[in-house]
Every structure is written in structure tokens, then in C-alpha cells.
Nanobody, 126 residues
């Protein structure tokens, strides 16, 4: 199973980016998907998760109202649209697929995830 995250880059405060995570080797429609991030000197943290059908999602408070997670099961891809970016959003963003099938969860811890992508760097300048 491979997850390839893309779409990161350098953006000014207030700007937007859309991250993509293409999955191969596993059909994602049976699994929840999540985005995590790791800022320099900090631990990896959960950002957002989405259920199998895409009808349910969770976000951590700092990104609520600014980030939107979505998925296209036909393309085996998950997205994270990030608006109104702030310098504190600067981090390497990782996508991950849930370890369990059909869990119904959308809020994940690191141990809930079975496979990880390599990450894409998002830098927000002030």
C-alpha cells in the first residue's frame, strides 16, 4: 500500500492550498482516511479525518472553518483544502489510511492508522 501526498508549497498568510493523497495497493472505500501534520520540533498531530463515504468528517479546533477534507473513492484519492492559512499551519502534512475497516470513526490517533504517506511540506510566510 502506497500513499502519495502532493500539493504542498510556500504560500503567504491568508492564502490557500489543496493537498491531495493518492492511494495505490488498497481500495480506500472501506477505510477512513486522515490528515496529520508535524511542525518543526513538535509531535505529529491529527488535523482532519473523513469517513468511508465522505459524509462525515472531523477537524481539530485550530483548523475548523478553514480546512475542508474530502475524498473521491473512484479516484482512490483524499484531499485537504486549506484556506486562510496561518504561519502556525506550517508543517509537513501526512495522509494516512485507517488500520481498521468499516470503523465509522473520523477522529484518529496515530495508532489508528495503518499506512502513511511520506508527507508534503506546507510553509506559510507571515
Amino acid at each position: 500500500v502506497q500513499l502519495q501526498a502532493s500539493g504542498g508549497g510556500l504560500v503567504q498568510t491568508g492564502g490557500s492550498l489543496r493537498l491531495s493523497c493518492a492511494v495505490s495497493g488498497r481500495t480506500i472505500s472501506n477505510y477512513g482516511m486522515g490528515w496529520f501534520r508535524q511542525a518543526p520540533g513538535k509531535e505529529r498531530e491529527f488535523v482532519s479525518g473523513i469517513g468511508r463515504s465522505g459524509n462525515s468528517a472531523s477537524y481539530v479546533d485550530p483548523v475548523k472553518g478553514r480546512f475542508t477534507i474530502s475524498r473521491d473513492n473512484a479516484k482512490n484519492t483524499v484531499y485537504l483544502l486549506m484556506n486562510s492559512l496561518k504561519p502556525e499551519d506550517t508543517a509537513v502534512y501526512y495522509c494516512a489510511i485507517e488500520r481498521r475497516t468499516f470503523s465509522g470513526a473520523t477522529y484518529y490517533s496515530i495508532k489508528d492508522m495503518g499506512y502513511w504517506g511520506k508527507g508534503t511540506l506546507v510553509t506559510v510566510s507571515s
